[in-house]
């Protein structure tokens, strides 16, 4: 995994990079609240993604375990390191690692204020609301061709 700054432009301009944390690369810390977290959990049980990861990534603040491959949070389960959550916010798409929840939970880590904002907002990942938000305000063919009934 590279390490890109958050909001930085991921390829496209409307593609917004979150929590692409690497070690000696600075990130910002601080509190969390429980809502923003349990929404993120929520939509990373089972992401939409546009493509499937080829392998896995570990945590590289972990000094020696490389963090855990499973998150557990409640009755939410969420595999680590192989997905990505895209989430919709005003004009553009977030993109984070699913390793996010990790960052956020042992590392500290706190999402930008507009993306936590989006996260909150988001509908249901797997419903057609989520997929004409992705369409709205993403790049061309981010969601591909649906329809109403689909």
Request: proline share 9%; charged share 20%.
């Amino acid at each position: 995994m590279s390490h890109l700054p958050d909001l930085e432009a991921w390829g496209d301009p409307r593609l917004r990079a979150v929590g692409w944390l690497e070690p000696g690369r600075p990130h910002a810390k601080g509190e969390v609240s429980e809502a923003v977290f349990e929404k993120l959990v929520d939509l990373l049980v089972d992401p939409w993604q546009p493509f499937a990861a080829l392998g896995s990534h570990r945590c590289g603040l972990c000094r020696f375990s490389g963090g855990p491959r499973v998150f557990q949070y409640k009755d939410w389960q969420v595999d680590l390191g192989s997905a990505n959550l895209f989430l919709p916010g005003e004009g553009v798409v977030y993109v984070a690692p699913s390793l996010i929840l990790h960052y956020m939970d042992s590392n500290g880590y706190v999402p930008p204020e507009v993306f936590q904002a989006a996260a909150l907002a988001c509908p249901e990942s797997r419903g057609i609301a989520y997929l004409k938000a992705l369409r709205d305000n993403g790049p061309p063919d981010l969601a591909g061709e649906f329809t109403e009934g689909s």
